[in-house]
């Protein structure tokens, strides 16, 4: 068997811990992308003042939608690592890398900064970089591009309520 963590998985315990690794990484974006929205979506914050589209949800949605797309996200990851390793599949989990750190600079910048005109140009990347990421896992694992594919339309989403926010702001 291969080592852990340039290729393929050596055995069951590495398996789930490598899928224990993935979730941490994806939680952790979580939670530092959290510590820059939630002061400005406080009642009374930066984002509660600004004039949004009529399709915006309610606040208390973004949680509980965001939770389950970063764990389809680990999984996706995991399954690729699980075939391939970082190091068998570059491009792939390279993408993936880029991916959730263009998730990250989306909090940073549209909340953050304050900048949705920004945000919006950062995030159009970003939902490019999730496509790639799906065509890439397709080749290695169809149920790996599978998972991200809701992460995929929940952005593209959050795209137009962000194009909405700049429009109206």
Known sequence: MQGAIGRR?????R????LAVFVVVCFAVAGLGSLLTTPQTADGGWYDTLNKPFFTPPDWLFGPVWSVLYL????????????RGFFGAPVAMGLFVAQL??????SAVFFGLQ????????????WAAILATILA???ISRPAALLLVPYLAW???ATALNAGIWLLN
Do not use: D, H, K, Q
């Open 72 to 83: 389809m996200i680990a999984v996706s990851g995991w399954l690729v690592w699980r075939r």
């Open 101 to 106: 750190v263009l998730n990250l600079l989306w």
């Open 15 to 18: 398996s789930v811990l490598g």
């Open 115 to 126: 900048a949705p005109g920004l945000g919006l140009v950062e995030i159009l990347v970003l």
């Open 155 to 157: 952005v593209t989403f």
């Open 137 to 139: 896992f397709r080749r």
């Open 9 to 13: 998985s050596a055995g069951p315990a």
